[in-house]
């Protein structure tokens, strides 16, 4: 079967179970699969769950897998995920080898799908950057967006030999627990603020921040750099700044993120 979208297949034996054991630590009754490829880590949930959902973009994968796993706890979906309403499944686990140009995206659909947990295989430098500590040069927006949906922490990394062909790059497997409490009722306007902050990384909040957030010249961190801010001191500072209407519990209307990283 010919590769496309450039697409590397793991083909380590012990890495996938592995993986499928952090999916389903339990047997689950449904798991998502996010880009099952040739199906390897599909076989892997099929054993460990009552029904797969596996989301594939390539036609000529979803004719594989439907070709070689004609499963009826299997059903292969033919669509790019992003266009896909991950809650229609309720909170299940999601899994999922996920390609670097779109990883990001990925991440936040899924966890916005409010799912039982997702684990993902990833380019190692994406994985730094979710689990990354303030000051450290990973640290970023990337962070702070997955800190407010879930906790997220590497499992163990994967050599470029476990797949086939090779990628250049180291790849981890990282587990995003969601958080069962909201650090904030009003996380939309949080990270519209989060992705301002972190514009230019190099920038002080002041400079990012002055022209949408005016209340930061006042404030004791405006001459520090968001890179230098844990989750819980940003979310302060925008409780401070944010132009609320009357309080900080009125609603605020959903707005997207804005950022250059």
């Known amino acids: ?153 590497t499992l163990f990394d994967v050599k470029p030999g476990a797949f086939r062909p090779p990628p250049k790059v180291d790849s981890s497997v990282v587990l995003l627990e969601p958080r069962t409490e909201p650090l904030t009722a009003h996380r939309d306007a949080f990270l519209t603020f989060a992705g301002r902050a972190f514009h230019q990384k190099r920038k002080t909040l002041r400079n990012n921040l002055v022209a949408d957030y005016p209340a930061i010249e006042a404030q004791p961190e405006a001459r520090l750099r968001a890179e230098q801010l844990s989750l819980d001191q940003l979310l302060s500072v925008f409780i401070r700044v944010h132009p609320w209407p009357n309080s900080p519990a009125d609603a605020l209307p959903d707005t997207a993120p804005a950022t250059s990283e």
Not at 89 to 106: E, R
């Open 1 to 153: 079967m010919p590769r496309k979208l450039g697409q590397h297949f793991l083909a380590s034996d012990s890495i996938l179970n592995r993986i499928a054991d952090a999916v389903c630590p339990e047997h689950s009754e449904l798991v998502i699969e996010i880009g099952p490829g040739r199906g390897a880590l599909t076989r892997k949930l099929l054993e460990r769950a009552d029904r797969v959902i596996a989301i594939e973009v390539d036609p000529a994968m979803v004719e594989h897998l439907r070709a070689t796993l004609p499963s009826p706890r299997l059903t292969v979906l033919h669509a790019d995920v992003l266009s896909v309403d991950l809650n229609q499944w309720g909170s299940v686990p999601i899994a999922g080898n996920l390609p670097y140009y779109i990883t990001s995206p990925i991440l936040e659909k899924s966890l916005r799908a409010h799912p039982l947990r997702a684990v993902f295989l990833i380019q190692r430098e994406v994985a730094q950057r979710l689990t990354a500590k303030p000051s450290t040069r990973d640290y970023g927006y990337l962070t702070i967006q997955t800190a407010i949906f879930a906790t997220a922490r």
